[in-house]
């Protein structure tokens, strides 16, 4: 799975810096050269939505989504290990929906031979990342899933909270009191 990460990642960040490249691209051609280019925004704008789309499963894979956890730090780990299937099977079928809701709507810009305005782009090639994106959210909320069924105690827990309770297990053996 790690070969995934590393392939999303490094697709993700060619998007996020080609993006970065024609924004600054078409600000020294407009503001020294006096010659904007007509299609930067267009290109800079799909650039930037390619690599947000891709980064959705980067950020739950790593844990690094917003988390409300002000109830959830209350419950106990058994309840705790429910809702995280609960949550992730629902992230899951949210992602299943909107991969397919994607493909649909490939599949319709396809048969419409629509282009975007200023780069004549087919709409359908701007719009493949979603099923992509999703598809890889999906899968993520279903590895999360998986883990919180076994019991993972950092998956149930959260990196943070799982590093703070072996810190306080290994100081109370050691007849330290944090507290």
């Not at 894979?61 to 609960?86: A, C, G, Q, T």
Request: neutral net charge.
């Amino acid at each position: 799975m790690k070969w995934i990460g590393k392939i999303e990642e490094y697709v993700s960040g060619l998007f996020f810096v080609s993006g970065s490249l024609v924004s600054v691209y078409a600000v020294i051609m407009r503001y020294v050269f006096n010659k904007a280019p007509t299609w930067s925004l267009e290109v800079f704008e799909y650039l930037m939505v390619w690599a947000i789309f891709l980064g959705f499963g980067m950020a739950l894979r790593e844990n690094h989504h917003i988390v409300v956890d002000l109830l959830y730090d209350r419950l106990s780990f058994p309840v705790k290990r429910v809702l995280s299937v609960i949550a992730n099977l629902i992230g899951a079928g949210f992602g299943v929906f909107m991969t397919v809701t994607g493909v649909e709507m490939i599949a319709l810009a396809y048969r419409q031979h629509i282009v975007t305005i200023d780069a004549a782009i087919p709409i359908w090639v701007t719009y493949i990342v979603m099923p992509i994106g999703m598809g890889l959210l999906a899968f993520y909320f279903l590895v999360k899933c998986w883990r919180a069924t076994k019991g993972d105690k950092k998956e149930i827990l959260g990196h943070i909270s799982h590093e703070k309770a072996a810190d306080e297990t290994t100081a109370n053996q050691g007849g330290l009191n944090l507290s």
